[in-house]
């Protein structure tokens, strides 16, 4: 396929997650993992939009909790379907009114036209709807960095954490599909997304002492802007057991597509973890028998030496992989938000720590490695055998 023109995506802006009540997620991003809080959305935004927000931000990373008041806005629209998650990404872009001619050209489903709003300047802003179940994605065109969205009151000073652990960026975000060749197809003709990497496997194939009687099969593919880099990693379920596959049991608690995970990256993911661990964070866990192996497995997939003691990655249960060239990443899944607040409807999505450490890659053994400790607590939890 001939390369499309760029929408002249800039940075993924931030992402706005639906929830039932705000002061829950607050007690995961601000007092565990130190985000600051450094806006709200005013008195007009709230009855117009019939549901309140408070912004968080980590260096590079925002996200708006979402919380309805009363019936109709987007959050109530979005619970109403959905348990919490990320129900719109929005996309910083050079020059809206182009990135709409091209999406209208290219046959995305357009919300409206660009609308103008004042903070700080003027900016604008568009939605389109999408095939990551009921998540929109939204465009801004900001005059002035800090111009928030319509009717956005910055605090005047930041409230709650320091970001203490650096977190730097969302490095990329996973969604699930039961079928996602229309959304890779979907990224590619209407976003303009290139193919940035590929995997399909099965759990039963690469865990032979430890396998839980089914496995689960899964095929990944990444797509990535290269414009702004932006990477997003999209899985379907694989047979056999396909209705065991992570990937489907994630679709029955969603109940349907979307964003299943977004990793954070951090410059020290030894002390962040320990920290997080300390406070009172929940991981997924990892068995030991997966750090016995370590060693045997980086040397296969071309790392001959990490800088961590393996007795410290074992302790904190942090995964590692790697590719080529001596290069790896480390990286920790917290629990689902339905298990680290013990509410199901909490949901399914959650947040990755990663610290690359010269790996850019997507190795297939973060995603064996993820779903074998998802699969695990399943098993323990009875609901597959
Ligand atoms: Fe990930």
Redo the contacts with the bound molecule.
Sequence with gaps: MPKLETLGIKRLDSLHYYVHDIERVRSLFVDKMDFTEIGASGEAMNRRGKQRSVVFNAGEATFVFAEPMGVGGAAWRFLKKHPEGIGTLVFEVEDIHHAYKLLDERGATLMGEPESFENLGTNWTFSITTPFGDTTFRFVQRENPDGGFPDYVPHDEPRGGTNKFGFHEVD?I?SNFLTMKPALLWMQHVMGFEEYWEVAFHTDDINQKNRVKHGSGLKSVVMWDPNSGIKF?NNEPAPPNFRASQIHLFAEDHRGAGIQ?T?LTVPDIIGTVRQLRDAGVAFMPTPDTYYDMLPARLKTIGVNEIEEDIEVLRELEILVDGGANLEYMLQIFLQEQATQFKAAEAGPFFI?VIQRKGDRGFGAG?FRALFESIERQQVAAGRIS
């Design positions: 990329h996973t990693a995970h990793a990755e973060n």
